[in-house]
């Protein structure tokens, strides 16, 4: 069973950064997509970025940029996030599933429904 452990929210001011990370147990050879979804109050909970097994990363709208989705092997996943703003704030999660990412723009495509793994969240909160 793959456990998902997420550890790097916090609180910070507009153009702040923070990196989060996610650290994996349980996991096995093979394929797979991992990354963080964010879901900020009121809204769905949508993929920021995502990257796959060969370090192949996607990300979501208007993220690309700002975002970097790295990996440690397959037991770490960690998410550079850098000049933050108020649209930022929400609660992330790390997620994975032991199929490949659906290519460049999966983030763009992907629902919850494709994940099989989820983390508890860690909080984001940016202000002004």
């Known amino acids: 069973q793959v456990q998902l452990e997420e550890s790097g929210g916090g609180s910070v001011e507009t153009g702040g950064s923070l990196r989060l990370s996610c650290a994996a147990s349980?996991?096995?050879?093979?394929?797979?997509?991992a990354g963080w979804f964010r879901q900020a109050p009121g809204k769905e909970r949508e993929a920021a970025a995502l990257?796959?097994?060969?370090?192949?990363p996607s990300y979501g709208d208007d993220l690309h940029g700002r975002f970097t989705i790295s990996q440690d092997g397959i037991k770490t996943v960690y998410l550079q996030m850098n000049n933050l703003n108020l649209e930022d704030t929400a609660m992330y999660y790390c997620?994975?599933?032991?199929?490949?990412?659906?290519?460049?723009?999966?983030?763009?495509?992907?629902?919850?429904?494709?994940?099989?793994?989820w983390g508890q969240g860690t909080q984001v909160t940016v202000s002004s």
């Open positions: 349980g996991t096995t050879p093979g394929p797979y997509c």
């Open positions: 997620a994975a599933d032991p199929t490949p990412c659906r290519g460049a723009h999966a983030a763009l495509i992907v629902t919850t429904e494709d994940f099989q793994y």
């Open positions: 990257i796959d097994r060969d370090g192949s």
